[in-house]
């Protein structure tokens, strides 16, 4: 299976990819716990069905020392004891963030202040940040059906 589009060999969005690459970086600079925006990513990717993030994130987990049974568990975060309840706020956040159009409300009071008991004023706006840039290449992957499985560790710096 090949990709619609060489996008990431495209000049075009090479220019685009430069500025969202330098948001993901000073996300990973943020306070917000590594594996708290490892699942954020990896659930965003697996509700929005991209493959190739998915593949990525699940990859660079493991390689960060996140375990299988979390990993595999992500999507089923509610039942799973695996989880804290901070990562918990974090994904119900993620969830409903990442299905807005879902809700009429969007993302619930409830929602929020779940997570803001957990998250400092820069740790919300990280994860709020983080949802929105995954979701960004979740859509970017998903439109030119970037192919998944061949991700290798650090691929992209």
């Known amino acids: 299976m090949d990709a619609r589009l060489n996008y990431y060999g495209n000049p075009a969005a090479g220019k685009f990819l430069k500025y969202i690459n330098s ?18 990513e990896i659930r965003a990717s697996q509700i929005n069905g991209c493959g190739f993030c998915t593949d990525m994130h699940t990859k660079e987990a493991t390689h960060a020392g996140e375990s299988q049974q979390r990993l595999n568990l992500i999507a089923a975060w509610r039942e799973a004891k695996v ?10 956040l993620t969830e409903q963030a990442t299905r807005i159009a879902d809700a009429a409300g969007g993302v619930t009071d409830e929602a929020w202040a779940n ?30 059906q970037q192919p998944a499985g061949d991700y290798q560790i650090g691929q992209f710096g």
Do not use: G, H, M
Not at 120 to 130: P, T
């Open 23 to 40: 948001a993901s970086k000073a996300l990973s600079d943020s306070t917000l716990p590594a594996a708290t925006a490892a699942l954020v």
């Open 83 to 92: 989880f804290t309840d901070a990562e918990r706020a974090a994904l119900e």
């Open 115 to 144: 997570a803001a008991k957990y998250y400092d004023e820069d740790q919300l706006a990280a994860l709020v940040s983080l949802i929105a840039l995954i979701n960004a290449y979740n859509r970017i992957n998903v439109i030119v």
